[in-house]
């Protein structure tokens, strides 16, 4: 008679989930409900004075919010465009073997993703500096000097001047993110399209692109997130400047509730920032549930 396979009790299963479930509603829940409970309350000389819905109806129509969520959605497009596309890209050249010494190019590009963001800022702060930034430096030595631009201190291009450094210091996690769903590409469909005489292009939209779909939504999700909450690279490069140019919606909250000491309408920012993340993650979600998932089941 054949063993029976083991099946833990319903009491063993919420024992070994409860530490997890604990830590969760510790660190997210509980400052996520307290949040949502001081912001609506209104902050005068420290004291917290019963508001209701105000600082909704406040934010609703604050022009400075409104910007700072523009300044977001800027570095979102831009991420999804050069950083997921670009470690797409570079996932397919290595995955057909075009490429020289994939590891260490895998490993180079992750690299900076393990460093500290206020670490990588400084860098860059070094490449976009005036006066004696290796990029104004550079074009300069080869006689495009007329390029050169205050890329910190120009209000119309640095939101992004600072979206550059989002892109190189993570384009190596999108890039993981990629190669593991290629190693689940059944080869056999490859191999197929190859003796059918189909080029690396071909491949790539026609065979590849399509079985990543999955793996494409997890990057783009990412990609959301990740350029709502965004923080310390603005405010190591910029701090926000000029005047709100490279402001974005998590600063705003930040200089709301500990420069302004408005804690309560710093936590209705913030709170908008959860609403915000969830709409667009489960939107994408959808779509590409909808749209692209559905179509190659």
């Not at 997210?28 to 109806?57: D, R």
């Not at 990057?219 to 190591?236: M, N, P, Q, R, Y």
């Not at 209705?268 to 779509?287: D, E, G, Q, R, Y």
């Amino acid at each position: 008679m054949a063993p029976r396979a083991f099946q833990p009790s319903t009491i063993a299963i919420w024992l070994f989930l409860l530490p997890g479930i604990v830590v969760y509603g510790g660190v997210v829940l509980t400052p996520l409900i307290g949040g949502f409970y001081y912001s609506l309350f209104e902050t005068k000389n420290f004291q917290f004075h019963w508001a209701g819905l105000a600082n909704y109806v406040r934010l609703w129509g604050d022009g400075d919010f409104w910007f700072t969520l523009r300044n977001n959605f800027i570095i979102i497009l831009l991420s999804v465009i050069f950083q997921v596309t670009t470690a797409f890209i570079i996932a397919v050249l290595m995955n057909s073997r075009l490429v020289i010494a994939p590891k260490f190019l895998r490993t180079a590009i992750f690299f900076p993703v393990i460093l500290s963001p206020v670490v990588t800022s400084f860098v860059w702060i070094l490449v976009f500096d005036i006066n004696s930034g290796l990029l104004n430096n550079t074009l300069e030595a080869i006689g495009l000097g007329g390029l050169q631009q205050k890329w910190l201190d120009d209000p119309k291009i640095v939101i992004y001047s600072v979206t550059v450094a989002l892109v190189w210091q993570y384009i190596g996690l999108f890039l993981v993110i990629f190669l593991s769903g290629l190693s689940a590409i059944n080869q056999e469909t490859i191999e197929a399209a190859e003796v059918d005489g189909a080029s690396t292009f071909q491949k790539t939209i026609y065979v590849i692109f399509p079985q990543l779909a999955s793996t494409w939504s997890v990057a783009i999700v990412l990609a959301i997130s990740g350029g709502l909450k965004i923080f310390e690279h603005i405010f190591v490069m910029t701090g926000g400047g000029p005047g709100l140019s490279s402001t974005v919606v998590a600063q705003y909250a930040y200089s709301q509730s500990f420069l302004r000491a408005n804690f309560s309408y710093g936590n209705t920012i913030a709170i908008a920032i959860v609403v915000l993340s969830l709409t667009l993650v489960s939107l994408t979600i959808w779509a590409f549930n909808r749209f692209v998932v559905k179509d190659r089941i």
